[in-house]
């Protein structure tokens, strides 16, 4: 979560699994070890009232044909970048697909034209072009 240090976040996970190890008949018999398959990357949110998703919702909403819902994304991801080093109100925005950086990775074509569109009249109209 946004705030959370990497430091905090092991130091919690690791008492947990360490007393579910302690517990008798629990599903350890000793504490496993753990590895970390990539780098830290800490939570990262912006408020819903920066300018940003006002404009780039109106843009979409005028794409789409409706208004996209503002979520968050529960995947580590280089966003915290723009927030926390450039303090730079930034989303993720993007067509629809699944499977994520996996070997079966899509996207479907209809709505990464929407997609584009939307991002077009956002830049446009952003840098005071429309």
Not at 93 to 108: I, K, L, P, Q, S
């Amino acid at each position: 979560m946004p705030g959370e240090t990497q430091e905090a976040v092991e130091r919690e996970f690791l008492a947990w699994m360490e007393s579910l190890a302690l517990e008798k008949d629990g599903p350890f018999d000793q504490p496993p070890r753990f590895t970390y398959p990539i780098r830290w990357l800490p939570g990262s949110a912006i408020a819903r009232s920066e300018s940003i998703i006002a404009e780039l919702g109106d843009c979409a909403r005028q794409a789409l044909g409706e208004t996209p819902s503002v979520t968050a994304i529960e995947d580590p991801c280089d966003l915290y970048i723009f927030h926390q080093v450039a303090n730079t109100p930034a989303v993720l925005w993007g067509g629809r697909g699944g499977n994520t950086h996996g070997a079966d990775e899509y996207v479907e074509i209809d709505s990464l034209v929407k997609a584009a569109k939307t991002l077009l009249a956002f830049v446009c109209r952003w840098c005071g072009v429309v």
